[in-house]
């Protein structure tokens, strides 16, 4: 399994097997992508060699000290498991520049290999000619929902991505008093309309006088709508503003346009 891996200054270590990594690996996600400390330190604190597994680039300075200044987290990629997707690829601000990015790539594609993956796959919106230049082609996406893949079973994620060939099938359950108050429930499937006369054979059925009236499903109603949303903060004259008054949060701008995303993907040898 994949632990150390040395270039130089430079060396990347799962953060699974090297908590005391945990709060400076924080910080330099947390000032590339701001967010709660303790919601990412319960991210972070997700990583295991089955994934998603977080790797980070420390590099050693003069008084022999080793300086975390690099991230990347390795996912699992649905339907294919060889391959695995690449998020949170970050370099501290201070360190850029400086052919750091391109080595944190190489020793995350060796841990990879490692784990037994032999594709990796990724997104960026801006960096898409660094990608290029350190192997990667544009492909077609991929599913692949980062940390919380494990809160869907294979199954699941085919019945949601509208995978699954039985999916046409339509489970109803009809019960309907028959003379004497005995009970017929059976599944009626929408590939299947024999159902109805194996549930005459049934030896508790079999007893029973089957209505000669057409049983009608009625399918459920639909939800109630959602309750009407709060009236915003009326604007106030400058006036009459004071510290007790409504203060709406700050807008960060959006730094990433989801219609201009680039897909790539690098077949490791």
Excluded at 125 to 131: C, M, S, T, V, W
Aim: with cysteine; proline share 10%.
């Amino acid at each position: 399994m994949p632990d150390e891996i040395e270039h130089g200054c430079l060396k990347g270590l799962p953060l699974h097997d090297h908590p005391e990594w945990l709060e400076p690996c924080a910080d330099v996600l947390n000032e590339e992508w701001p967010r709660s400390k303790t919601a990412r330190l319960h991210m972070l604190e997700k990583s295991n060699t089955s994934l998603p597994y977080c790797m980070v680039l420390l590099k050693q300075g003069s008084s022999d000290q080793w300086e975390l200044i690099g991230h990347s987290r390795l996912c699992v990629v649905h339907g294919q498991p060889k391959a695995c997707f690449v998020e949170s690829v970050v370099i501290g601000r201070s360190k850029r520049g400086q052919g750091f990015g391109r080595k944190l790539m190489e020793i995350t594609e060796q841990h990879a290999l490692r784990l037994g993956y032999t594709t990796l796959y990724l997104t960026t919106h801006d960096k898409q000619l660094f990608y290029e230049h350190v192997g990667y082609s544009y492909c077609k996406p991929v599913i692949s929902l980062g940390s919380a893949s494990k809160l869907l079973s294979s199954v699941m994620f085919d019945r949601l991505f509208g995978k699954s060939s039985d999916e046409t099938s339509l489970s109803v359950t009809v019960q309907k008093p028959i003379s004497g108050g005995v009970v017929i429930s059976e599944m009626l499937m929408q590939n299947d309309p024999g159902t109805i006369n194996r549930a005459i054979s049934d030896p508790v059925a079999h007893e029973c006088t089957l209505p000669t009236h057409t049983v009608t499903v009625v399918p459920p109603l639909p939800p109630p709508p959602p309750p009407p949303l709060p009236s915003p903060c009326r604007p106030r004259e400058p006036s009459q503003l004071s510290r007790s008054s409504c203060h709406l949060p700050k807008l960060e701008p959006v730094r990433m346009n989801p219609n201009k995303v680039f897909w790539m993907t690098k077949f490791l040898k």
